[in-house]
């Protein structure tokens, strides 16, 4: 199977050129481009081989929502001109992102069990266990760092610190909260618990705007409906619909991105499991039967519907 590793485009009117552990961006004057390349990344590391169909599945999952959401609030898409691209308005990023859960997992779970009863300024009840659902969503913002880890952060800290003005902030707390009502009444419809999740935003002219990838698995925590409430009375860990199954494989190879660990070799037997994995990822969480797009030359194939987006959209 064709996977996309990476791209190297050249447009008319191009800005600039930014390579993520994902997505390879390339920014005009008032848009950015977006490929959602195969690469998959775990504890921080972009794994060595690229993974088929991944940025499809990526690309096509975060549409879905956006088009799904989009009478909740303004979003960054403009175009889908490709399975792995999407167009979108080049906003000004705010320097947060709104992290909302709804259960008390992972992050929230680790920093619950250390003691610790304040999360990002958001008090939590004693007597939780792992997965417990929690009395009400709560936001807990964290910062978006340029390099190394982003780092948790109160509303509290973002007013005092002038990172985001106050009406702006509320504005953006509303919007997560209206966007997880919405997330968690799809997901149930799909036989899910959406968890937890994070959502970026952006601002243009005045207007603020959703952007980046939105309620897909890279993003986001699921949990199957039917077995939670089981799995939750024996102690059991819950079955998650999410990229979690490559990092215990990892793990179970003695690779948790740590200084002098080795990627483990990854055959073309397990490339080819996580590929099936990931679309059936997408249609679980969106009910839609999934349509490879099979391409001798994938890169040619994207180049030219986006030079057709381009030619589109600025006449």
Excluded at 79 to 84: F, H, K, T
Excluded at 106 to 134: I, K, M
Aim: glycine share 6%; with cysteine.
């Amino acid at each position: 199977m064709q996977a996309l590793k990476e791209t190297n485009f050249h447009f008319d009117g191009q800005t600039g050129f930014y390579r993520g552990k994902v997505r390879d961006v390339y920014p005009f004057e008032d848009r950015l481009v977006m490929v959602a390349s195969d690469r998959i990344s775990a504890f921080d590391v972009v794994l060595p081989r690229p993974i088929p169909f991944k940025g499809q599945v990526l690309n096509q999952t975060a549409a879905h929502f956006l088009k799904a959401t989009a009478d909740l609030v303004p979003n960054w898409l403009l175009d889908v001109p490709d399975p792995n691209v999407s167009v979108g308005l080049r906003c000004r990023p705010y320097a947060v992102e709104m992290v909302v859960r709804g259960y008390l997992a992972g992050h929230a779970w680790r920093q619950y069990r250390a003691g610790h009863r304040t999360l990002c300024g958001v008090s939590l009840p004693e007597g939780l266990r792992e997965n417990d659902r929690l009395p009400e969503p709560i936001i807990t913002p964290t910062t978006k760092a340029h390099e190394g880890h982003d780092e948790d952060i109160s509303r509290e800290a973002i007013l005092e610190r002038g990172i985001v003005p106050e009406n702006e902030y509320l504005q953006l707390e509303e919007y997560a909260r209206a966007l997880f009502r919405r997330g968690t009444e799809m997901a149930a419809e799909r036989g899910l618990i959406l968890v937890d999740t994070k959502y970026e935003f952006g601002n243009l002219d005045g207007v603020i705007y959703l952007i980046d990838e939105v309620h897909t698995p890279d993003s986001s925590r699921y949990f199957y409906l039917e077995s939670y409430e089981e799995n939750l009375r024996q102690g059991l860990q819950q079955k998650q619909l999410s990229k979690e199954f490559v990092r215990e494989w990892l793990i179970a190879n003695h690779f948790q991105g740590k200084e002098g660990q080795t990627v483990p070799e990854m055959s073309d037997e397990w490339i080819r499991q996580i590929s099936d994995r990931y679309v059936e990822l997408y249609e679980t969480v969106t009910g839609q039967a999934f349509v490879r797009a099979e391409t001798e030359d994938i890169p040619g194939r994207i180049e030219e519907n986006i030079r057709r987006s381009l030619t589109v959209n600025y006449q």
